[in-house]
């Protein structure tokens, strides 16, 4: 029996259900700019945006990066003016990557638990100067910029040693967390990071730091560029598939995504980012959580190496940062962040 007052409504989608040309005609919504604009589903602002930025040694210093035209690391004296740039843009957050000076590089990485490493010093020079309510700093959790064989973790026996690389990390994000770090992001993707990271920041009284966990990121090959510019790429022995996801894969992203929500991330990336806009839409659907998206530096040099034509380059641009939007990404983070926001103006 059929309770009164309930109505079932099932959507079908056919061509019989919602008629056919020549009543039917999509293109009269296109026809002009303004009724685009009045049916576009999705769009991009820069709210949207996390511009990544590498730091290096030094004074007075901006270096150029061979594999990322455009593409700088900033000295810590030089990055009031980068944090300035991204105020005046709106710019909600920016993400720190250190180069680390081979000399200060060991096989353990205990580098990123220096209170006075890059990383710190530039957390200290910024919130110096500006309120966490001004913009976001969001810090990388992972020990490849600071191990001499470029990994992500400690090695025992030849291998990426899962327990032993938690205990440094848990300590490198309170240190940037007693620093001022508004976003710890853990990139590592060793196993049960996010929880023993959760549990030491609020046993420390950072309960509202947040956590991004890099909860969906694959052994790619499109960090060649990234590799260059935190000086990881000459050091690193070996592959990272014994710990980054197989890209062949799509349901594990769900189980190691789902691991990381339980353990405590406020919110969880997919890296990269353009090849694997289906993670995207198969986590957001799935989680409804903010899901960010890297599109990360292969992805960046593409676009700059392979469009010579300016127009044409801006307009790709904002073309593959819109695919991120409808694919379900909250925020995304690119190199093309400053840009973008030029462009958007």
Not at 3 to 31: F, Q
Not at 210 to 218: D, M
Not at 263 to 276: H, I, L, S, T
């Amino acid at each position: 029996m059929k309770r009164k007052g309930k109505i079932k409504y099932k959507s079908d989608l056919t061509m019989k259900n919602i008629g056919s040309y020549p009543e039917v005609r999509l293109r009269r919504n296109r026809k002009s700019e303004w009724s685009r604009r009045l049916v576009q589903e999705n769009s991009l602002s820069t709210n949207d945006l996390i511009w990544p930025i590498f730091i290096c040694d030094g004074k007075n210093k901006t270096e150029s990066i061979k594999t990322m035209p455009n593409v700088y690391r900033y000295s810590i004296d030089s990055l009031d003016r980068i944090v300035e740039k991204a105020l005046k843009n709106k710019i909600p957050m920016i993400a720190l990557f250190p180069n680390t000076p081979e000399i200060k590089k060991n096989a353990k990485g205990t580098e990123a638990l220096n209170k006075n490493n890059l990383i710190c010093k530039a957390l200290k020079q910024i919130k110096k100067n500006y309120k966490r309510k001004d913009i976001g700093i969001m810090c990388d959790v992972a020990l490849d910029p600071y191990t001499s064989h470029g990994h992500d973790g400690i090695i025992i026996d030849n291998y990426v040693n899962n327990d032993q690389t938690l205990k440094v990390l848990v300590k490198q994000a309170l240190l940037q967390a007693k620093m001022g770090c508004d976003v710890i992001a853990p990139s590592d993707m060793m196993d049960g990071r996010i929880g023993l990271i959760r549990k030491a920041l609020d046993k420390n009284g950072f309960k509202n730091v947040q956590i991004l966990s890099y909860a969906v990121k694959y052994a790619s090959n499109f960090y060649g560029p990234f590799r260059d510019a935190v000086g990881s790429k000459k050091s690193l022995k070996g592959d990272k598939k014994s710990y980054q996801m197989d890209f062949n894969n799509s349901e594990e992203a769900l189980r190691e995504t789902l691991l990381d929500i339980k353990e405590g991330a406020d919110f969880v990336m997919v890296k990269p980012g353009m090849p694997y806009l289906d993670i995207i839409k198969l986590v957001k659907t799935n989680f409804k959580i903010p899901v960010f998206a890297y599109q990360v530096s292969g992805e960046y040099s593409l676009i700059m190496n392979g469009i010579k034509n300016k127009i044409l380059k801006e307009a790709s641009i904002i073309e593959s940062l819109v695919a991120f939007k409808r694919a379900g990404a909250s925020a995304i983070v690119t190199y093309f962040a400053d840009r973008v926001a030029k462009i958007l103006k």
